[in-house]
């Protein structure tokens, strides 16, 4: 899915406090802009509400009661 480019620059002009941040995350990470990071995460974000989600099976535990012992009765 592809993200608009005005998304991407309401995203970006939205992060004021965390945008050394993003910039710096953009700059380890590999991208050359940060325009291209926020692009990448809000493109993976759409793909991941887009996907069906998993579900996985547990298994159910059996609760075992305690067996009682039976004893003969005092004659």
């Known amino acids: 899915m592809q993200v608009s480019e005005e998304t991407v620059e309401i995203y970006v002009s939205n992060l004021r406090g965390r945008?050394?941040?993003?910039?710096?995350?953009?700059?380890?990470?590999g991208f050359f802009t940060l325009h291209d990071y926020v692009r990448g995460k809000l493109t993976k974000e759409a793909?991941?509400?887009?996907?069906?989600?998993?579900?996985?099976?547990?298994?159910?535990?059996?609760?075992?009661?305690?067996?009682?012992?039976?004893t003969a009765p005092a004659s």
Not at 19 to 29: D, F, G, I, V
Not at 60 to 68: E, G, V
């Open 19 to 29: 945008l050394n941040y993003e910039t710096k995350k953009a700059s380890k990470r």
């Open 47 to 70: 793909e991941a509400l887009e996907k069906p989600l998993q579900v996985t099976r547990t298994k159910k535990r059996i609760k075992s009661k305690p067996i009682k012992k039976i």
